[in-house]
């Protein structure tokens, strides 16, 4: 399952590395999809932090690609780092960043199923767009694992994913589909009850369980989209 697993990140990681190799200032379009579309979606700012005050605390992106959400967000919090699997994203997300008179961050690659920061070292954990183009149970379930190392005791994590069936074609919440050739899109997971989500969160140690579910994002064809939002 080791080898099967890494031969599956290794996919990911050379299709996002082909993906960023196209994005520039005036193409934003590449890895993120309907970039400026994203940004205008107001599901965001009601849901993803929903309910708590961010002024003060320290994030984390996990999967930021070209950091779009690190410059929509930059005045909501304190500081917003990122951590990517394709060092060609992060190397855009640095233009991206400058670009937007933004300096005050922390941008690292990862393996694609960790994050290479050390424990309790964040107040928010958040990601979009991400963890439902992974279509392997074992390696998301590694990364909310890893999600919970370096957050703060209280701290929060924030996610959302696509809802509902996508395709027959595509895996259920517990498979691992390490064979599949594409990512983004091209393989989705399949999430037809919010309470796999919440057990495994559960079962983690995450508490507090909150969710929504609202209608889907540009770009998606899931039937919806879901809102995740829970506790250390």
């Not at 599901?43 to 002024?55: A, H, I, P």
């Not at 320290?58 to 690190?70: H, Q, S, T």
């Amino acid at each position: 399952m080791i080898r099967e697993s890494q031969d599956y990140l290794n996919m990911q990681k050379s299709y996002y590395d082909v993906e960023a190799s196209k994005w520039n200032l005036t193409n934003k379009d590449p890895v993120v999809g309907s970039y400026h579309q994203h940004n205008e979606w107001n599901d965001y700012n009601e849901f993803l932090f929903k309910d708590f005050d961010t002024s003060n605390l320290i994030a984390l992106e996990y999967g930021c690609g070209p950091a779009r959400n690190l410059i929509r967000f930059n005045d909501r919090f304190k500081r917003i780092d990122g951590t990517d699997i394709s060092q060609i994203n992060i190397d855009k997300a640095i233009i991206n960043l400058q670009d937007a008179g933004i300096s005050d961050y922390k941008l690292s690659v990862c393996d694609g199923k960790s994050i290479p920061f050390a424990d309790n070292s964040y107040d928010v954990v958040f990601s979009v767009i991400c963890l439902q183009h992974i279509c392997c149970y074992s390696v998301r379930l590694s990364i909310m694992k890893d999600i919970y190392r370096v957050l703060k005791p209280s701290g929060h994590l924030c996610f959302q994913m696509g809802f509902g069936l996508r395709s027959t074609m595509e895996p259920s919440y517990y498979e691992n589909r390490y064979d599949t050739d594409g990512t983004n899109g091209h393989c989705d997971v399949n999430i037809l009850n919010e309470i796999d989500v919440k057990t495994d969160l559960e079962n983690i140690g995450f508490k507090n369980y909150k969710s929504d579910i609202r209608p889907t994002g540009p770009g998606d064809s899931h039937p919806g989209w879901i809102w995740v939002q829970v506790e250390k």
